[in-house]
């Protein structure tokens, strides 16, 4: 069974389970899901896209206006794909939705007039990957890998977190790509803020990079850290402490074990390290699809690993953060962020088990 074949088996299963006829996909993670990559966004901030999807068992129908049928029809190609256009005018309400499903019970991936909302039972199929996304998953990996690694080498003390916030999206969009979060902090912001919007601060020695870059609708993750100069013992301290979360983490990430158990690891990890509290203050990840993170662990998450699907782990205590996006194979994790020179540091987490993740790149 093709990847597209498979998509729509697992929504007709969805649907039966639920007793419902129709599954309506309005988000932009949702549509590029289901038609294998689409990209159905004008303003590349909205959750909702300019078109959508509805699916059943008398067809599946991509809905739309006079502006997105070309673009959809001639370079996504999706009539190919099978959909059925029903495109009306810009200018008219939309009625097309309720016409096609007056009579049937409705499910959705967010809220909708009337329908049943399986927004979390959606993310759950985007985040369970078949063997194609892994694929595009490791060359978007790639991507958003040469990217970051270029940005951070171009870094300079006195670059304003603007510019170096710039650097990140060039570099992105150059190679096709789409920075969806893009956060810069330098310096003493890197220790107050676990999301930092760049502003027009200028480096003096120390700065974290953040990317999430998107193409095919799929999402990778990655952060870097830079410094010019000697790294302080006490940030060195940190920045290990931050890895061994985080090693721990990815080698916890096992087919069959829950997020629960593995969030549990990393909690002790933290606290073996001088660090108990710091889980409290920012999530730690979880799946990886058609959004950063499909859903995020907890410790009482009870969704199982399973092979083949992406995981970006996100530890961080203040001032640090490590954070690649990994898929979860036969025989352990492979990392599709990785970058090719970046130094790195040996995490032993016993029983002969050896992770490298990434360090500080101190420039001197």
């Known amino acids: ?112 007039p009337g329908a049943t909302d399986l927004s979390r039972e959606v993310s759950h199929l985007r985040a369970a990957l078949t063997p194609e996304e892994g694929d595009r998953f490791r060359e978007l990996g790639r991507l958003c890998a040469e990217a970051m690694s270029a940005a951070t080498h171009a870094v300079r003390p006195a670059m304003t977190e603007y510019e170096i916030s710039a650097l990140v999206a060039r570099e992105t969009q150059l ?11 330098t310096d003493e912001r890197v220790l107050r803020f676990r999301h930092p919007l760049p502003t027009n601060k200028r480096l003096e020695r120390y700065a974290m990079l953040v990317l999430c870059g998107r193409k095919w609708g799929l999402v990778c993750s990655i952060t870097r850290l830079v410094y010019f100069g000697h790294l302080p013992d006490d940030l060195r301290r940190k920045a ?86 990994v898929l979860i194979g036969e025989h352990g994790t492979e990392e599709v962020t990785s970058i090719r020179g970046w130094p790195m540091q040996s995490i032993s987490l016993g029983n002969g088990q050896i992770h490298a993740r990434p360090a500080i790149l101190e420039i001197s």
């Open 175 to 185: 190679r096709g790509a789409q920075p969806t979060v893009n956060l810069v902090a």
């Open 240 to 325: 290990e402490a931050t890895a061994r979360v985080d090693a721990t983490l990815i080698a916890g990430s096992c087919p069959g074990r829950t997020l629960g158990a593995i969030f549990a690891m990393a909690k002790t990890a933290y606290a073996e390290t001088g660090y108990p509290n710091e889980w409290r203050h920012h999530h730690q990840g979880g799946p990886a699809g058609y959004e950063p993170r499909e859903f995020l662990a907890t410790p009482d998450s009870t969704e199982v690993i399973a092979l083949g699907q992406a995981y970006a782990w996100n530890p961080s205590i203040a001032g640090t953060k490590s954070e690649d996006t």
């Open 1 to 112: 069974m093709n990847e597209f074949d498979e998509k729509q088996a697992r929504v007709s299963s969805l649907l039966a389970e639920h007793n419902l006829d129709v599954l309506l996909l309005q988000r932009v993670s949702s549509f590029a899901w289901a038609t294998c990559g689409a990209a159905s966004y004008v303003n590349a901030a909205s959750t909702d896209g300019a078109s959508s999807l509805l699916i059943g068992p008398n067809g599946h129908y991509l809905i739309t206006n006079n502006i997105e049928a070309p673009r959809l029809e001639q370079e996504e190609r999706l009539d190919a794909q099978g959909w059925q256009f029903r495109a009306g005018p810009w200018h008219e309400s939309e009625a097309t939705i309720a016409e096609l499903t007056r009579g049937l019970k409705l499910g959705a991936d967010g809220l909708y």
